[in-house]
């Protein structure tokens, strides 16, 4: 039996509230674009198109995989992310419109030293080549986006995982950012971070860690918590782990009034900036929101021994 386009992704949108999909309008009309290939306005313009019974069995095998809780960026393979495409798998966390407030926030530091319009680091050290380190990378979101937004900046990304290593090489180059260098590391346990990427190399450290308290993570969304690696968001009984092992070891690794910046839970801002003041070696310790107001950076220049 045959069906108009619209009716197709109605009877989509259905089931995928059914299952309780939080965007199901959304969903149902990026499944059939990612099908055929369109763009929303091909979508528009192909609305009143008649369906054959082979596409529509198509389209609600996609449904029903949606529908199971995968997350339609592991259906489609990618997701956007600072206007760049980012290939995605079970391997990597899927990039978050969050993290690019921290991106922005990054770029406009490399650019003019300021952070929000104001004052933060001397512009001078951002002077010329500026090496920035993505640690605990993933797909490479942040890391390539700002070798490909900063042209000025030579990016390394690490990350503990081979296979997270692997999507983001493919992103650096599917993005044009051949210069980006990759490690394979336990934050800076890896022999690099002591040889060819030695001590006092980075004007800035940028970092999405594992940062949710253990006994939550049962509680998260099954795209998430089914999906999305454990390895990737576990931050152990506190959720404050990686940020204490990055907070101890990052100022060895940072250059003269070098910067840390790292993406924090909404309600970890306070944690976060005492660890950083009880280790004695940073100063101009800030919190700064994201677009909905909430506690999502936490940013701060290491104290240089003279």
């Known amino acids: 039996m045959s069906l108009a386009l619209k009716e197709v992704i109605r009877i989509g949108e259905q089931m995928l509230a059914d299952a309780g999909v939080a965007d199901a309008a959304i969903d149902a009309k990026e499944l059939y674009c990612y099908m055929e290939g369109l763009d929303r306005t091909g979508l528009m ?14 389209y609600f095998k996609l449904v029903e995989e949606r529908a199971s809780r995968v997350p339609l960026q592991h259906i489609t393979g990618t997701q956007e ?11 990597v966390l899927i990039p978050r419109q969050d993290t690019e407030t921290m991106v922005e ?15 933060y680091a001397d512009e001078k050290v951002f002077r010329g080549g500026v090496e920035v380190l993505d640690l605990c990378c993933g797909s490479g979101a942040i890391g390539v986006s ?39 590391s336990d934050l800076f346990a890896a022999s690099d971070f002591h040889g060819r990427f030695g001590k006092g190399k980075y004007q800035l450290i940028i970092s999405n860690p594992p940062y949710i308290r253990h006994e939550v993570i049962d509680t998260l969304e099954p795209e998430v918590r089914a999906h999305e690696p454990m390895l990737a968001l576990d931050g152990g009984a506190d959720g404050l782990e990686f940020y204490r092992r990055i907070i101890a070891e990052a100022p060895d690794h940072l250059k003269k009034n070098g910067v840390l910046m790292m993406e924090i839970g909404y309600d970890q801002k306070e944690a976060v900036k005492a660890l950083l003041h009880e280790s004695g070696r940073f100063e101009k310790i800030i919190g700064l929101t994201d677009l909905t107001g909430k506690d999502r950076i936490v940013a701060a220049t290491v104290i240089t021994v003279k």
């Open 146 to 184: 700002i070798a490909k937004l900063h042209k000025g900046a030579k990016v390394t990304c690490a990350d503990v995982s081979a296979k997270a290593l692997a999507v983001a090489k493919k992103n650096a180059a599917a993005n044009g950012c051949k210069g980006v260098k990759f490690v394979e």
């Open 81 to 91: 992310f600072m206007g760049l495409p980012f290939a995605v798998n079970g391997d």
């Open 45 to 58: 313009m192909a609305w009143q198109r008649i369906l054959q019974d082979n596409q529509c069995e198509a």
């Open 105 to 119: 926030d990054a770029l406009a530091l490399l650019g003019t030293g300021k952070l929000r319009g104001a004052d």
